[in-house]
């Protein structure tokens, strides 16, 4: 990671890359939580920028990626997800698909900090603060 001006950036990925404004806060004690205020911090993280998500469907397999600071911590997270359960050759996911086969147009996706940092008084071998908090994402089809 490299600090420059209070600006924090961290390679996630081959196109990715966190940059914010925010201090990370390195002494944020664990605690695991799913209040809604969490929710609501990373909606406005994404809404200005700082968080990012993407929602996938190719073929009958969906999956989502969200990265940016972590709402509670505001430690760089990469989470990558696969929403699919292959059953008998047919691609399922939450809440659907119906009978139809037919893709939905948003997936809910569920988050946890999985930051890297050890937190005070986090379980051994946990680095995260321990907040869950959810996103909705658009989903964008692949061939």
């Known amino acids: 990671m490299v600090t420059v ?6 390679s996630i990925g081959e196109d990715c890359v966190i940059t914010t404004n925010a201090r990370p ?3 944020q004690e664990y605690q695991p939580t799913a209040a809604y205020e969490w929710t609501e911090r ?4 994404l ?10 469907a190719t073929g009958a397999v ?3 990626h969200v990265w940016g600071p972590c709402p509670r911590c505001e430690h760089p997270l990469d989470d990558r997800q696969v929403h699919t359960a292959v ?11 119906d009978q139809t086969g037919e ?26 603060c321990g907040v869950s908090f959810r996103v909705e ?3 964008a089809e692949r061939s």
């Open 5 to 10: 001006n209070s600006t924090v950036s961290a």
């Open 25 to 27: 806060d390195d002494e």
């Open 42 to 45: 990373a909606y406005q993280l």
């Open 47 to 56: 809404v200005d920028g700082q968080l990012h998500g993407r929602a996938f």
């Open 62 to 64: 969906l999956s989502s």
């Open 87 to 97: 059953v008998s050759g047919v691609g399922r996911w939450p809440g659907g698909p």
């Open 103 to 128: 893709v939905p147009s948003a997936l809910e996706v569920d988050v946890a900090c999985g930051c890297g940092y050890p937190h005070p008084r986090a379980p051994q071998g946990v680095a995260g």
């Open 137 to 139: 994402l658009v989903l």
